[in-house]
């Protein structure tokens, strides 16, 4: 369905699949919605926090007029706990906003993006929006970030060479990388590339996984730090993220945005959302219970796992390239949706998205079934 219309690197994009929706599967196996499960987008399974529904509910009534272009009120309170000043401070619409602002800002054609294999399926998007090259290094044996040869690959990109993305947890591996790690990569990349941290998953990560980025972000001038409403604060719904770095950075981000890029709503429940710790502690819980839920049961049917740092977990549901498929399809009969990553390089594989206890139970339910209807 290629048109003749349009950029020869637009037209060579292959668009995004997300998660399936509820309503859509519901229609197509003919199911009862409220009986079908998602795990497929590394939602909050606690949903929205109270407390950001009242301040949505609050801030609705103001509707008729634009939001605050420069977002005050939430970058007065991520500034003041991040410990940055208020303009080192992008709003994005879902931090989604803020990788493609990174790229757009310092790559055009004719340049290269840098990042592993097996990352974020957004990386590849914003590169080639751009009409830059995409550099796709290989992973580690346990499918993560090879900060070594990504630096290799940052150094022989020469001059080319504008962006790298990394994410740590990543999606959809899981995989997490050590401080002292991503420290001494920061420390070696030339000043010229701009790196960025994704760190949309970093509220799940245990108390002796967590470090301090926000410190990298002030040491160097080329970082940018972008973290996200959507994962563990619960608002994936209303698109909002934010990106941390020098003003320098951050100024050419602002002249690129959309000037009302984050909507009125999202700003007031981020707000909320941010300063509620108890909802933070409690989705952190939920998460920790329900990995160890899916893994006993994975080790239990041999089924191999990659340990994630995130609220989700890669598993290997067969040998062959159409295992994750097949899987995927009998999960989807029996109402429960997942995430195939064929797209990701990872066909054997399938991504479940941490949920509640009882929707964890629902899904292993389904793949206890299906694979004893397999013997
Ligand atoms: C989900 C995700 C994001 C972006 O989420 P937004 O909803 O746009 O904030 C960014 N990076 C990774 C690795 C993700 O998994």
Redesign the pocket.
């Known amino acids: 369905m290629t048109s003749k219309l349009g950029l020869k690197h637009i037209q060579a994009i292959a668009p995004y699949v997300g998660g399936r929706p509820i309503s859509e599967v519901a229609r197509e196996y003919g199911l009862d919605e409220s009986k079908i499960v998602k795990l497929a987008s590394?939602e909050n399974p606690l949903g929205m926090p109270k407390s950001a529904q009242e301040a949505m509910l609050k801030a609705a009534s103001d509707l008729g007029r634009y939001p605050d272009s420069n977002g005050f009120e939430l970058k007065k309170v991520l500034s003041e706990r991040l410990g940055v000043p208020a303009d080192w401070i992008t709003l994005?619409?879902?931090?989604?906003?803020i990788?493609e602002l990174a790229a757009r800002a310092v790559a055009q054609s004719g340049d290269e993006i840098i990042f592993s294999r097996h990352?974020?399926a957004?990386y590849p998007l914003a590169t080639q929006a751009v009409g830059a090259k995409a550099i796709e290094v290989a992973p580690t044996d346990m499918f993560g970030h090879d900060l070594p040869a990504i630096l290799a690959a940052v150094k022989a990109s020469g001059d080319k060479a504008k962006l790298v993305f990394v994410?740590n947890?990543?999606?959809?591996t899981g995989s997490y990388l050590k401080p002292d790690d991503i420290e001494a990569f920061l420390s070696a990349v030339p000043s010229h590339v701009v790196v960025v941290l994704?760190e949309?998953?970093n509220e799940y990560l245990a108390p002796e996984q967590r470090y301090d980025a926000v410190a990298w972000v002030k040491r160097f001038p080329n970082m940018i730090l972008?973290r996200?409403?959507?994962?563990a604060y619960g608002l994936?719904g209303l698109?909002?993220?934010y990106g941390v770095a020098q003003p320098a950075l951050t100024d050419l981000l602002n002249r690129i945005r959309q000037p009302f890029n984050v909507n009125s709503l999202a700003q007031a429940a981020a707000i909320a959302a941010f300063q509620d710790d108890a909802f933070l502690q409690q989705g952190y819980e939920v998460n920790h219970a329900g990995y160890l839920q899916l893994t006993t049961v994975f080790d239990d049917l041999g089924l191999p796992y990659l340990p994630s740092a995130?609220n989700f977990v890669l598993v290997k549901v067969g040998g062959d390239d159409d295992a994750g498929a097949r899987m995927n399809l009998a999960l989807l009969k029996r109402g429960i949706i997942v995430r195939p990553v064929g797209n990701y390089g990872l066909p054997q594989w399938l991504r479940i998205s941490i949920g509640l206890a009882q929707e964890n139970a629902a899904f292993i339910n389904a793949l206890r079934d299906i694979l004893s209807t397999q013997k």
């Open positions: 590394n994005g619409n879902g931090s989604n906003d990788l990352a974020f957004v994410a947890p990543n999606n959809p994704d949309a998953y972008s996200s409403f959507s994962k994936a698109r909002i993220g995130g």
